[in-house]
C-alpha cells in the first residue's frame, strides 16, 4: 500500500509568457530564456532579485545548463533544477517546482523551457539526442522521430482499424484552434483535403502530421496562492499531477503510454473523473500520440480513438476542447519549449486570458506530456489537472 | 521480386560527379560490438551471461537484471515485422540523395525490438523476416531485414547494393595475373559480372602458365603493373585510376625463411617491397581516384581487397619474415581504412591459411585452393564484410589467436598446431 | 721503371692535345654504348628460390616542393649487375682467388681499352641462340686483323635494338633464348687472344641457354677465372667500327665490388 501522498494544495500557477516563436534565429537559447524571464517579470511585478529557484528545460543550451544561464541572466536562486524530459518538462518543471514552493526551499520558482533554432540545428541535435538514438535509429536516415512515430502509427492502424482521416481530423481542428492563436506560426485554415493530400515524409506520416521546429521560449511562476494573492497575480491551481518513465518497455511497439499505469492515481488526486474535464491540452508531436493520450488519460478505451475523434470536434468550441492553441502542429515546436505550451495555454484558459480560444466554463484542464524518443518510443509521460482556485 | 539490375548506361561527362555524403557514422562504444561482428559477416547483439537476456540497442549493462557481464552472441535474425515506412524525406545527406528508401521495425523472436533498412522484398507488416548486419558506406553496422526467401536477383535490391561491394557491372583491378590465385580470383570476377577486369602484368618477359586462358576472357585486359615500380604504378592509375571501382592487391612475395634460415635482407626486403611498399605505392596512386568516385552512380567505386595472411596475426616462424611483411601490410591496411572511410570505400582484409601453390608445398593439408580464396573474394564483396578468415587452417588459428595470442605465440614457435 | 725522356713528354702532350683538338673538331666522335638506367629495363632473371639482383629503381627525393623548395633530386637503388654493366673476376667462382679481381682494385688502365666488334647480326637474327665460333672470329681477323692483346672482343648482335623488354628477354617456357659465346670461342678469346674481357649487347655475357653448356656460363668461367671483364646490355655496337674504336669503361669504385653499373663510351675516329 503506497503511502499518502502530499497534496499540490496551496500552489498557484501563474503568469504564462510565450516568447513568439521564429522559424529560425541566429541567436543563442540564452536570448529567449532572457526574454522570458524578463516578461514573467514585468507580468507579474516580481523583481528580478526575488526569483529565488529556477526550472529549466532547452535542447540547445549546450555546452550550457541552468547552471551558466544563472551567471549569464544575472540570477541568484536558492533552488535550481535542469529537466531534461523534453515533451514533458511542462508537467515536470511544474512538479518540481511546486514541491520546492510547499516545503519552503524556494518562494517564487520560474519554469523556463527555451530553444532556438538554426539552420541545420535540428539535424545536429538528431544526431546527438540520446545514445540509443545515435547507435540504433539516427544512422538509418529517419531523421528524427519521423520514422519511429510512422512504425508506431502504421502499427496502430493496423491493430485498431484507425485511417489517415481520423487524425486528419485532430490536425484539422488544431489549425482552426491555431487562427485564435496570435502566437501560432501557421496562420492559414488546413482542409482534411489538403490534409490528405500533402506529400509522405515516411508514409504513413505526411507533412500535416509532422510539427514544424522553429526557435522560442514558454514561461510561468510557481509560488504559493498566498504569494500568488499577495501579488494579485491571477493563477490557477494543481488538483494532481503524475509522472512515469519507461513504462511497457516490453512492449515490442508502442501502443500505449505511461499515463495508463498512473491515470487512476492522477484523476484519484484531482477528485474528479476524466468525463469531468473541460479541456485537455495532449503532447502532440504525432496525431496518433494526441489519439493515445485520448485512450490512455481515460477519455476513451484502447483501440477506440478513431472512434473517438470521429464522434468529438476538438474545436475550442467543441464538444472536446483539445489543443486550444493549435497545439505543436500548428502553433510549432519550439524545442522544449512544445512540452510547456500546453501548460501556458491552459493557465490562459483557467485565468481568463485564452481570448477569442476561451473555452467556456472551463473549470478544469488536463495537460499531458510526453518527451525524449531516445530508441523506439518516447520514455517520459505525465499529466496534470489544474483548476481555478476554489 | 527485386528487378534485376541492369547494365548502367555510360555516364554523362558533362555532369559533375556526384560526391559521397556519408550516412551518420557515430557510435557509442559498446555499440561497436555489432559492428565489429558485421565486419566479419555476423550478426551478434549483447546476451546476458547472468539471466539471459537479448538487448538491443547495445547498453553497458542488462536492462533486465543490472548484471555488467555482457556477452556478444551470435543471433539467428528471426523476427516478425511490426512496421514499415518509406522515407521521403531526410534530413540527413545521405539518404537524401536515395529516396525513396524503405524502413522497418522488427521484433525480434529473441526478444528485443529493432530498426532495420527493410529489403524491398520484404511484404507489408505484419510478415517474418530475417535481420541481419552489414556495415554501411559510413563503415559502422547497420540492421537490415530481409526476407525469409529472397529471390534470386536479391542482391540487386537497390539498398543492398549500398551496403555491399557486388562485382556485378563493376570494373576490378586485379594487381596480379601471374598467380594461380591472381587467375582464379579474375575468372571469379568474370562469373560475378565484373564489366572489366584490368589485370596486372609484372616482368611480362616471365612467362607463367594460365595468363593466355584468363587474357583470352573478353572481360580481361592485360595491364603492365609493377608494384615495385614506382612509375609504373603512377602511369597505371593515370590510364585507368579513374574508371577503377574496385581494387583486388593480390600481389604478394612469399618466401619459406626465417632469421637464421636465409642470410642477408635481399628476401626481406623483397617481401616488404610488395607486401608492404607495394600497398602503400597503389595506395598512394589509386587511393584519390577511387575516393572521388564513391557515390558515382550505381556502379560507384566501392571497395579495396587486400590479400593478406594469417600470418600477419602471429608471425609463423618457418615463414618468418613473410609474416612479417604481412604484419606490416596489415597495419597499413588498417590505416587505408581509415583514411578510405571517409569515402565510403570499404577495405577488406583477407588473413588466408596456407594456400595451395608453390610457396606452400611443403605445409601439409588442409590448403586453400585458389578458386576458394577467388569465390570467398567476390562472397566478400557480395557480402560487404571487412575482414575474412578463408579456409580452415585461418580460422583455426583466429580462434586460437583470439582465445590467447600468447599462446597461440608459444604453440607457433613450436611449428604450428 | 725506365726514365722518363723530354722527348716522350713532349710526346704524350702532343697525343693528348692532338686528342682534345681531335675530340673538340669531331674527328673523333664519341659513342654512348650505354642503355638509359630505368625502372623498366630488364634484369637477369633467375629461378625465383635464388638471390636476385635488384632492377633500377627511382624515387623523388624532392622536385622543387615540400619536399625541398628549390631542389630536384633522386634516390635510386639496383644492383652491381643492373643496367649496362661491368663484370668483375670476383663475380664468378673461378675469379674469386685473382688478385686485383674486383671493381675496386682493377687497374684504372684496363678501363681505357680498344675494342673489336665481332660482327654476328644475321646469324643472330636467324637464331636468338646463335653461340659465336671460332670460325666467326676467324673470319672477323681474316677481314679486320687479328684482335689485339688486350682488347675488348664485342659480340655485336644488334639486340639492343629490341626495345621491348619481352623481346628483349626472350622467355619461353624452356627458358631464355639470347645469343653468346660459345664454350670454345670464349676459350680461343681467353688463350689465344688473351683479350681483356667480352661484350655483348643481351642481358649477360654468356648465352641465354648458357647454364646448358659446357661448363655452364663458360664466358663467365672462363674470362673471370682468368681475370678477364665482362660488359653486357651494350647498345650502339652498329656504330663502331670492327676495330679502332677505344673504349672507356670505368665501373664505380665499390669496396669488393662484383661489378657495377657504368657508363660505356666508345672512341671512334673519323677515318676508321
Not at chain 2, 551478434?44 to 547472468?50: F, M, P, S, W, Y
Request: with cysteine; net charge negative; charged share 20%.
Amino acid at each position: 500500500m503506497a503511502r499518502q501522498r502530499l497534496s499540490y494544495a496551496g500552489v498557484a500557477v501563474a503568469v504564462p509568457v510565450t516568447v513568439p516563436y521564429v522559424r529560425y534565429s541566429t541567436h543563442s537559447a540564452h536570448w529567449f530564456i532572457g526574454h522570458a524571464i524578463d516578461a514573467l517579470v514585468k507580468a507579474s511585478g516580481v523583481g528580478k532579485d526575488q526569483i529565488d529557484g529556477l526550472c529549466l528545460s532547452s535542447f540547445s543550451l549546450a555546452p550550457d545548463t541552468a547552471v551558466g544561464v544563472t551567471q549569464h541572466m544575472g540570477l541568484s536562486p536558492r533552488w535550481l533544477d535542469h529537466v531534461p524530459t523534453g515533451g514533458a518538462s511542462g508537467v515536470m518543471c511544474l512538479r518540481r517546482a511546486a514541491r520546492a514552493v510547499q516545503s519552503g526551499d524556494a518562494d517564487v520558482v520560474a519554469c523556463v523551457a527555451a530553444d532556438t533554432n538554426h539552420i541545420d540545428s535540428f539535424r545536429q541535435t538528431l544526431g546527438s539526442f540520446s545514445n540509443f538514438a545515435r547507435d540504433a535509429t539516427y544512422p538509418y536516415g529517419s531523421g528524427g522521430p519521423n520514422s519511429i512515430f510512422a512504425f508506431i502509427t502504421a502499427n496502430y492502424m493496423r491493430s485498431f482499424g484507425a485511417k489517415r482521416e481520423d487524425f486528419g481530423r485532430i490536425a484539422v481542428d488544431q489549425r482552426s484552434n491555431a487562427l485564435k492563436n496570435p502566437n501560432a506560426m501557421f496562420k492559414k485554415p488546413l482542409t482534411l483535403d489538403e490534409y490528405m493530400a500533402a506529400r509522405p515524409i515516411s508514409d504513413p506520416i505526411h507533412l500535416f502530421d509532422c510539427v514544424m521546429p522553429c526557435a522560442g521560449a514558454e514561461a510561468f511562476l510557481v509560488m504559493s496562492q498566498e504569494r500568488a494573492r499577495e501579488l494579485g497575480l491571477p493563477h490557477a491551481v494543481i488538483r494532481g499531477a503524475i509522472e512515469r518513465h519507461n513504462a511497457y518497455s516490453e512492449d515490442p511497439v508502442m501502443v500505449r503510454g505511461g499515463w495508463r499505469v498512473d491515470r487512476d492515481d492522477l484523476y484519484a488526486q484531482a477528485g474528479v473523473r476524466s468525463a469531468d474535464i473541460d479541456f485537455v491540452q495532449t503532447y502532440d508531436d504525432y496525431p496518433v500520440i494526441a489519439m493515445m493520450q485520448f485512450e490512455d488519460l481515460g477519455f476513451c478505451e484502447k483501440g477506440e480513438g478513431p472512434a473517438f475523434v470521429r464522434s468529438h470536434s476538438l474545436t475550442c468550441d467543441g464538444s472536446f476542447p483539445s489543443n486550444t492553441s493549435g497545439g505543436q502542429l500548428s502553433a510549432g515546436q519550439a524545442g522544449a519549449a512544445g512540452g510547456f505550451l500546453g501548460m501556458t495555454e491552459t493557465l490562459r484558459q483557467l485565468t481568463d486570458t485564452a481570448g477569442s480560444r476561451a473555452v467556456a466554463h472551463a473549470h478544469l484542464g488536463l495537460v499531458a506530456g510526453f518527451g525524449m524518443v531516445t530508441y523506439d518510443r518516447c520514455l517520459c509521460t505525465g499529466a496534470v489537472i489544474l483548476g481555478r482556485p476554489a | 521480386m527485386t528487378m534485376p539490375m541492369m547494365h548502367p548506361k555510360r555516364k554523362n561527362p558533362v555532369l559533375r560527379t556526384q560526391q559521397m555524403n556519408l550516412p551518420p557514422g557515430a557510435r557509442g562504444r559498446v555499440a561497436l560490438g555489432i559492428t565489429t561482428a558485421a565486419a566479419e559477416g555476423r550478426f551478434e547483439l549483447q546476451t546476458c551471461a547472468d539471466c539471459g537476456a537479448v538487448q538491443y540497442p547495445p547498453r553497458e549493462t542488462c536492462h533486465k537484471c543490472l548484471s555488467p557481464r555482457l556477452n556478444w552472441r551470435e543471433q539467428g535474425g528471426e523476427g516478425l515485422l511490426l512496421g514499415s515506412t518509406t522515407l521521403h524525406h531526410s534530413n540527413d545527406l545521405f539518404f537524401r540523395e536515395r529516396l525513396p528508401w524503405q524502413l522497418g521495425l522488427v521484433h525480434l523472436d529473441a526478444g528485443p525490438t529493432v530498426m532495420v533498412h527493410l529489403h524491398g522484398e520484404v511484404g507489408a507488416a505484419p510478415a517474418r523476416v530475417r535481420v541481419g548486419a552489414r556495415l554501411d558506406r559510413a563503415g559502422q553496422a547497420v540492421l537490415i531485414g530481409f526476407p525469409n526467401e529472397g529471390s534470386a536477383h536479391m542482391a540487386d535490391d537497390k539498398m543492398l547494393r549500398e551496403m555491399t561491394s557486388d562485382p556485378k557491372f563493376r570494373k576490378v583491378l586485379v594487381t596480379d595475373g601471374k598467380t594461380e590465385v591472381g587467375q582464379a580470383i579474375v575468372r571469379a570476377l568474370v562469373k560475378a559480372g565484373a564489366d572489366i577486369v584490368w589485370v596486372g602484368h609484372a616482368e611480362p618477359w616471365k612467362k607463367m602458365g594460365g595468363l593466355d586462358d584468363i587474357s583470352a576472357l573478353p572481360q580481361v585486359t592485360l595491364v603492365p603493373l609493377d608494384l615495385t615500380n614506382g612509375r609504373s604504378v603512377t602511369e597505371l592509375a593515370g590510364a585507368i585510376g579513374g574508371k577503377v571501382d574496385i581494387v583486388i592487391n593480390n600481389a604478394e612475395v612469399h618466401r619459406n625463411f626465417g632469421i637464421a634460415s636465409r642470410r642477408g635482407t635481399d628476401v626481406a626486403k623483397a617481401e616488404m617491397d610488395i607486401n608492404y611498399f607495394g600497398l602503400l605505392r597503389l595506395a598512394q596512386e589509386f587511393g584519390p581516384a577511387l575516393k572521388g568516385r564513391s557515390a558515382d552512380g550505381a556502379t560507384n567505386a566501392t571497395a579495396w581487397v587486400n590479400l593478406l595472411s594469417i600470418y600477419a596475426l602471429s608471425n609463423f616462424p618457418p615463414h618468418g619474415t613473410f609474416s612479417a611483411s604481412k604484419a606490416a601490410a596489415h597495419s597499413l591496411a588498417q590505416c587505408l581504412r581509415a583514411e578510405m572511410r571517409p569515402a565510403g570505400i570499404r577495405v577488406i582484409n583477407l588473413f588466408p591459411g596456407p594456400i595451395d601453390d608453390e610457396w606452400n608445398q611443403q605445409m601439409p593439408p588442409p590448403k586453400l585452393a585458389p578458386a576458394t580464396l577467388a569465390s570467398a573474394i567476390v562472397k566478400a564483396l557480395r557480402d560487404g564484410v571487412e575482414d575474412i578468415y578463408p579456409g580452415d587452417v585461418a580460422e583455426e588459428w583466429l580462434e586460437r589467436w583470439r582465445d590467447n595470442p600468447k599462446v597461440l605465440e608459444r604453440e607457433l614457435a613450436h611449428g604450428g598446431g | 721503371m725506365t726514365p722518363t725522356t723530354n722527348s716522350e713528354l713532349m710526346s704524350t702532350a702532343a697525343i693528348l692535345g692532338g686528342l682534345v683538338q681531335a675530340l673538340a673538331s669531331n674527328r673523333i666522335r664519341v659513342i654512348d654504348l650505354t642503355q638509359t638506367l630505368t625502372p623498366e629495363f630488364p634484369q637477369i632473371a633467375l629461378p625465383p628460390e635464388m638471390g636476385q639482383c635488384w632492377p633500377f629503381r627511382i624515387e623523388e627525393v624532392s622536385k622543387y616542393d615540400e619536399r625541398g623548395p628549390s631542389w630536384y633530386w633522386n634516390n635510386f637503388s639496383c644492383g652491381e649487375h643492373t643496367g649496362t654493366h661491368f663484370d668483375a673476376p670476383i663475380h664468378w667462382i673461378s675469379g674469386r682467388n685473382l688478385a686485383n679481381n674486383s671493381v675496386d682494385t682493377i687497374p684504372v688502365q684496363h678501363f681505357v681499352a680498344p675494342a673489336c666488334v665481332i660482327d654476328c647480326t644475321s646469324e643472330a637474327s636467324a637464331n636468338p641462340d646463335y653461340l659465336l665460333t671460332i670460325a666467326d672470329i676467324e673470319r672477323h681477323e681474316a677481314n679486320h686483323g687479328r684482335i689485339p692483346k688486350g682488347a675488348w672482343a664485342l659480340m655485336r648482335t644488334d639486340w639492343s635494338k629490341r626495345h621491348d623488354p619481352e623481346a628483349y628477354q626472350n622467355f619461353d617456357e624452356t627458358g631464355q633464348h639470347t645469343p653468346g659465346p660459345g664454350t670454345e670461342a670464349v676459350r680461343f678469346l681467353v688463350e689465344q687472344r688473351e683479350v681483356l674481357g667480352f661484350g655483348s649487347e643481351a642481358i649477360g655475357t654468356d648465352a641465354g641457354q648458357g647454364y646448358h653448356l659446357r661448363p655452364p656460363y663458360p664466358c663467365h668461367y672462363y674470362m673471370h677465372g682468368a681475370g678477364r671483364y665482362g660488359l653486357q646490355c651494350l647498345t650502339n655496337l652498329d656504330l663502331l667500327p670492327p676495330t679502332g674504336a677505344v673504349l672507356i669503361c670505368p665501373p664505380l669504385k665499390i669496396e669488393k665490388g662484383s661489378g657495377s653499373p657504368l657508363r660505356v663510351l666508345a672512341l671512334v675516329g673519323q677515318d676508321t
